[in-house]
């Protein structure tokens, strides 16, 4: 079974560009969730969505948006891009969304490199 | 905020060697997870706990999760190169959100052979 899917795997970008990032969730998930992990720190908390609404928002700004569409794939959009986006953003996808054993199940990540 | 702290941040070994990577907080989480992620790829699930004071074996690796669920720790026993990479601990909040996983900083492990 494939699992989860993310494209591009590399991307550059100048400052004030915009960037869209493109995830597949595993088969029969229907909860997407993104993460950017900055280089020597770990993944933090951006959106989740299931059944194409917003569940929840970590502590990011406008500028980034989201997205589910009906086949349950993602986009991550991020607008006005700084330096500071650079990182690696990583999609997971989710079964048993709400339960305790919810375990998310992370894609390759794209690499985003904002100059 | 829910903060994990793991530590230590990097561990060199020799093959054959224990070792132990801890990861602590102050809140208590519904659950713990732990990943493992090599250079340029994404984390990869190694477990999930749930119940204060689990433990659970994967083969040569022990987890253990604390009894007031604010703490966990990954054994390995007799580690080899092949365990070398990024270990990762990330916590569920308790009280539902519970999608929302917390990720400490990570243990860089390279086993030498």
């Known amino acids: 079974d494939a699992g989860v899917t993310q494209s591009p795997t590399h991307l550059i970008k100048t400052r004030g560009q915009q960037v869209t990032l493109r995830c597949s969730p595993i088969?029969?998930?229907?909860?997407v969730s993104w993460y950017q992990q900055v280089l020597g720190q770990g993944p933090q908390f951006i959106f989740q969505?299931?059944?194409?609404?917003?569940?929840g928002r970590g502590n990011f700004p406008d500028r980034f948006s989201a997205r589910q569409f009906p086949n349950y794939s993602s986009e991550l959009n991020v607008n006005a891009l700084l330096l500071g986006d650079s990182a690696l953003y990583l999609c997971?996808?989710?079964?048993?969304?709400?339960?305790?054993?919810?375990?998310?199940?992370f894609g390759p990540g794209t690499r985003l490199l904002v100059l | 905020t829910q903060l994990l702290e793991q530590s230590p941040q990097f561990l060199s070994i020799q093959e054959g060697e224990n070792l132990t990577v801890y990861c602590n907080s102050s809140?208590?989480?519904?659950?713990l997870q732990w990943y493992r992620q090599e250079p340029g790829e994404g984390p990869v699930l190694l477990v999930t706990?749930?119940?204060?004071?689990e433990v659970k074996k994967l083969k040569r690796l022990t987890f253990q999760f604390g009894d007031a669920r604010k703490d966990s720790s990954l054994h390995i026993t007799a580690a080899q190169p092949g365990d070398t990479g990024l270990y990762l601990c990330?916590?569920?909040?308790?009280?539902?959100?519970?999608?929302?996983?917390?990720f400490g900083k990570g243990t860089l492990l390279t086993v030498n052979p």
């Open positions: 088969s029969g998930h229907k909860s």
């Open positions: 969505y299931y059944e194409k609404e917003e569940r």
């Open positions: 706990v749930v119940t204060g004071g």
């Open positions: 809140s208590v989480f519904s659950s």
């Open positions: 997971a996808s989710s079964s048993l969304p709400g339960q305790r054993r919810e375990t998310q199940y």
């Open positions: 990330a916590g569920a909040p308790s009280g539902g959100s519970n999608y929302k996983l917390t």
